[in-house]
């Protein structure tokens, strides 16, 4: 079945980057000239998703204002002949049908996911997380799991290994190689505090998608680590009773959530970006003589 719908889970309070996050979005934060959040709905559209529902809270209402028209600023640079910025401005209002949702409680990952089940209804749907963008040269990151959708079990995780001095920060997959860059997945844990726990060093990176089936398991999932419901918990179910495919992305994950990974992301996206890479080569470059 084609994956036409994509969840994108905007709602915290994005605490690892305060004060930004004081009045500022995480999800809003610039990577040289537009938002993160741009580029995750960029990557779900290069997939071939249609529809994108974007799950926030209270005080951001900014993305809503981002993915809309401008008639004010439209208007300003059609009459002064910026004929190239009018243009990216109008093509950000049409770059898919998105729809937004508030999470009026924030109870965690999995509460928000089932805050989209009117929205999915019975389809299977892609999930990429608000703070993670993840620059792949070729294969858009969660179209390498759509790819591979049904082909192994009910659902696929887009996983990275994570040094083993980390992997309590995050979830712990039981996974079985199966080619190339492809896992059964059969067991995970969320946040492991022993070694015990620790079923391997691969863990879910921003991107998964999911059978209909995930809002059934979330409804009567209890709160577990921190006290929330987490979607972990309920993906267990899944790989557990029927396997779960997990595929490790193959691209540069820069994590928004982080205060260096923010820096990451702008320097090394500035790098690559035409109007910026030269002269921010040379001012590295300047700058590693003096460190």
Known sequence: MKIRKAIIPAA?????????????????????????IQYIVEEAVAAGITDILIITNRGKGIMEDHFDFSPELEHSLEKSGKTEFLKQVRDIANLADITFIRQREMKGLGHAILRAKAYVGDEPFAVLFGDGVI?????????????????YGEGVLGVKKVPESEIHKYGSLKVEHL???I???TDMVEKPQTPEEVLSLYSITDRVVLPASIFEILERTLPGAGGEIQLTDAMREIAVSKGMTAVEIDGNR?????????????????????????ELKEYIKTLAKEL
Not at 15 to 29: C, I
Request: contains cysteine; proline residues 8%.
């Open 12 to 36: 915290g309070f994005g605490t690892r980057v305060l004060p930004a996050t004081k009045s500022m979005p995480k999800e809003m934060f610039p990577i040289v000239d537009k938002p993160t």
């Open 135 to 151: 620059d792949c040269d070729n294969t858009p990151a969660i179209k390498q799991l759509i790819d591979v959708y049904g082909e």
């Open 179 to 181: 080619r190339d860059n």
């Open 183 to 185: 896992f059964k997945c």
């Open 254 to 278: 820069f994590d928004m959530g982080n205060k260096f990974g923010v820096l990451r992301a702008n320097i090394e996206m500035g790098l690559k970006h035409p109007e910026t890479k030269d």
